[in-house]
């Protein structure tokens, strides 16, 4: 008996090491539906494309996505043109748009009067932030970036591979805390831990070609829908998602990887 439990065991010891690993996150099938992704509460269509080696634009476009690119939990997005609209999907109320017609409920009047705000300097009309919002996100979008500067210091101790679906950038290490930088101005797209393998991340659309994220962080010092500035603290280095120190560092062209070693200024 004691002979046959050896047996087993080595065997089941044997095929376990014959079984083959876990596929990586690009070919994953993250949903049932194959060609389809489901939306999942914290994405944008900045970071389903990101996830899938998309263009964010063409994605909003295949879905008919309009600007900003609001997206909902449980949507049903196509990865690839061509597909159908599944219709499985309906907005929650307090998701769906409010209709025009649609009258504002009448304030009860009350005889009590109430003064009127004193105001040493004439307060922002909405109209005016709505403009200069406007402008600042045109501006991001038709802006050229010259320069890229280097996110952060230390040693690059993983290089840039087209063939290697783990290396779609470099691994600059560093020490827990080290000052993560902004290598461009533009406007944050995502800011969160949504992602599988790249740990707490940024996404920054520097305009309408080019996007770099900033993986593995310890702290993240910038919110969704704010934008940065060239060599902003950002974020604060660290190992969520790794075994080590380091900054996982990126660049895509039109959804594209690209060796950022090529865009970054010389040390």
Known sequence: MRRTGVLLLLTVLISACGAPPHAPVSERRITSTPGYHQVQKGETVYSIAWMYGQDYKN??????IPRPYAIYPKQMLALKPGLRKLSEFRPSRKHRPAKGNRKAPQKKITSKVVKKPQYRHKPKTASRT???TTSTST??????????LWPTKGK????FSRQDSGKKGIAIAGVAGQRILAAASGKVVYSGAGLLRYGKLIIIKHNNTYLSAYAHNRRILVKEGSFVKQGQK???MGKSGTGRVTLHFEIRKNGKPVNPVYFLSKR
């Open 59 to 64: 994605l909003a476009r295949w879905n008919g």
């Open 130 to 132: 709505k403009q200069n």
């Open 139 to 148: 501006r991001i979008t038709n802006q050229r970036v010259k320069t890229w």
């Open 156 to 159: 690059v101790i993983r290089k």
């Open 234 to 236: 950002i974020a604060e």
